[in-house]
Every structure is written in structure tokens, then in C-alpha cells.
């Protein structure tokens, strides 16, 4: 887990107060917080990943026939999938794993709905 520096609990509260040095070096402290810790291409080879596996699973959802409701609600199932794994590894919500929790139960009814 990465920990907060002083320096940014430092800044002044008004944005408008920060100098061109504090507002790059934030932007700097952001872009590794935000990764997680991983390095600069690991967290890129990360996105990739994720990227191509919603692209299969996308595409396998174009498969399924669009003459009932099913094909809607299993596009809705893998949107609310993606979204509690969001919530899960990146949100920065406090209530983040109990959104997730809910999400994956709305991913249960809907199987239960479907099949």
C-alpha cells in the first residue's frame, strides 16, 4: 500500500495556492499512487490484459441471440462484473467492497433470471 507523503498533505487546500514545482509533483505522486505500485510497464502490460479479455467477452456476448431479454441483461451482468472488480482492486471509495458485494449479487439474480 502506498502511503500519503507529508509534502502532499502539505498543499494548500485552494488549488489556486499551489505553484507550477508542488502541482508537477503532485501530478508525478498521483500517477504512481494511482498504479498501485506497479512499475510504469508492468501497470501498462496490466491494462493490456484487461483490455483484451473485455474485448473477448464483448465479442463473445455479440454471439448470443437478440430475439429475447437474455442478451440484454447478460451485457448488464458483464458491466456490473467489470465494475465490481473496479471497485474491488481500484475504487477509492470507502464503501467500495460493499458496492462490489452488491454488484456481485445483481450478478447472481441475474444468472438465476437467465437460466
Known sequence: ??????WVKDLPENEL????EQ????YKWSDIYFRRGYSEGEWKEFLEKRQSIKSQESLQLGLL???DYTFILMVLRKKLEWQ????ENFGNAESGSYEAA???LCCSLIDI???
Do not use: G, H, L
Not at 500500500?1 to 507529508?6: A, G, N, R
Open 84 to 87: 465490481a472488480e473496479y471497485f
Open 102 to 104: 452488491r454488484m456481485r
Open 17 to 20: 495556492d499551489w505553484n507550477m
Open 65 to 67: 441471440p437478440d430475439y
Open 113 to 115: 433470471v437467465c437460466w
Open 23 to 26: 502541482e508537477m509533483a503532485y
Open 1 to 6: 500500500m502506498i502511503v500519503e507523503p507529508q
